[in-house]
C-alpha cells in the first residue's frame, strides 16, 4: 500500500469523530496502568545554531548518535498513536481562530530546558564534557507579517539558577528581522490532510530539511512548525491528520510536561525517540521532548535530551506587551 492509497484509507474509514466517540476513545487510551518507579532524567538540548546567537525558534539537533543497525521503514502507523492524532486533530478544529492584522505580533510563552556538551581537545563532542541544562521561562513576540523586529525574553525558572551569572539570562533581546521576512502567524497552511501530508514531506525526500529519512523530517516538522508560530485551527487538525499517516510512530503514556499529565505520540530514528506530548484530557497539544533510547556520548540511555513546554500563544499589538 503507498501512500496515497493510505492517505485515502485513512479519510474514508474513519467517520467524523462525535462526542460520544470522543468520550469513549479517551476511556480506552487511559485505562489505570501501574505506575512505574519515576526515573531522575538528565535534559539537554542542543541548538542547531552557534552557541550565543539568538534565534526565534529552536531546532532539535541530536549529536554524536550513530545507528548499530540500519532502521527498518515501518509500513503503517501504529493503531494507538494514529487515535491520538485523530483525537488531537477533532478539538483542534473545535478552536476559535485568533485574528492578526499584519502589524500585529505573535507572543509565545514556554517553558524549555536544553543543555549541551563542551569537545574535547580533539574537537570530539562524544569525548567531551556533558553541560547540564538550565530549565527556563521563555517569552517570544514575532511579528505576524516578519517584516518587524521581534523580542526575546527568557529566565531560569530556579532562583538558584537564575542568580548563577554562568546562566543564559536574556531580559530584553531585540530579535531584527534579516533577509527574507519570515511571519510568524501561518495563514496560508492546508486544512486538509492530503495537502498537508504533501507539505509536510516538501523537500524530505531530497534530504534539503536536515538530512533524515522523509518520514523522521515529515514527523519532527510538526514540532517545529508549532512551536514559536500561530497555525489557524482548521490547519493544526489537518497536520495532526496528516501526521497520523506517518509510519512507525508510537504512544507514550503518562507523560508530566510542565506538571501537566500528557500522552506522546513518537517516533525512534536511531538513538533518539522524538516525542510530540498532548494533554491527556484534552489532545491540545502541549510540547515536545526527545529522549535517549541507549547510551549515545554524551547522554546516557533514557536521558531526556530536551524538552518544551507550550503555555500560552496569544496575538498582541506590540514587542513586550503581555495578553
Avoid: C
Avoid at 485574528?99 to 556538551?117: I, T
Avoid at 525574553?153 to 532562583?159: H, I, K, N, Q
Amino acid at each position: 500500500m503507498n501512500d496515497l492509497d493510505l492517505m485515502e484509507k485513512f479519510r474514508t474509514d474513519v467517520p467524523p469523530p462525535t462526542a460520544a466517540v470522543l468520550a469513549d476513545a479517551r476511556a480506552r487510551m487511559f485505562r489505570a496502568e501501574p505506575r512505574k518507579a519515576r526515573k531522575r532524567w538528565v535534559w539537554s538540548l542542543i541548538p542547531a545554531t552557534a552557541v550565543g546567537v539568538v534565534t526565534a525558534a529552536v531546532a532539535f539537533t541530536v549529536v554524536g548518535v550513530n545507528p548499530e543497525q540500519p532502521e527498518q521503514r515501518e509500513q503503517q502507523p501504529s493503531t494507538e498513536a494514529a487515535q491520538v492524532l485523530r483525537l488531537a486533530a477533532a478539538e483542534a478544529r473545535r478552536e476559535p481562530v485568533q485574528p492578526a492584522r499584519p502589524d500585529q505580533f505573535v507572543y509565545v510563552e514556554s517553558l524549555v530546558a536544553w543543555g549541551g556538551a563542551e569537545a574535547s581537545a580533539n574537537g570530539d563532542l562524544k569525548d567531551g564534557k556533558y553541560i547540564p541544562p538550565v530549565e527556563k521561562n521563555r517569552r517570544i513576540w514575532l511579528s505576524a507579517d516578519g517584516t518587524r523586529d521581534g523580542l526575546l525574553r527568557e529566565r531560569a525558572t530556579d532562583p538558584e539558577d537564575a542568580a548563577d551569572p554562568t546562566s543564559l539570562i536574556h531580559e530584553n533581546v531585540p530579535l531584527p528581522v534579516q533577509g527574507t521576512p519570515i511571519p510568524a502567524y501561518l495563514r496560508d497552511l492546508p486544512t486538509e490532510a492530503k495537502g498537508m501530508r504533501e507539505w509536510l514531506y516538501a523537500g524530505a525526500e531530497s534530504g534539503k530539511e536536515g538530512g533524515n529519512p522523509p518520514d523522521v523530517t515529515a514527523f519532527i516538522k510538526v514540532g517545529d512548525t508549532l512551536r514559536e508560530q500561530y497555525v489557524p485551527p482548521a490547519s493544526v487538525a489537518a497536520m495532526f491528520e496528516a501526521a497520523a499517516t506517518i509510519p512507525g510512530t508510537t504512544v507514550v503514556k503518562q507523560v508530566d510536561l510542565a506538571g501537566r499529565r500528557g500522552v506522546a505520540v513518537s517516533k525512534v530514528h536511531h538513538a533518539t525517540r522524538h516525542d510530540l506530548i498532548f494533554d491527556a484530557a484534552s489532545y491540545r497539544f502541549l510540547g515536545e521532548r526527545e529522549v535517549a533510547q541507549k547510551d549515545a556520548a554524551p547522554f546516557p540511555a533514557g536521558a531526556v535530551i530536551g524538552w518544551t513546554a507550550q503555555l500560552k500563544v496569544a496575538v498582541v499589538d506590540r514587542a513586550g506587551q503581555l495578553p
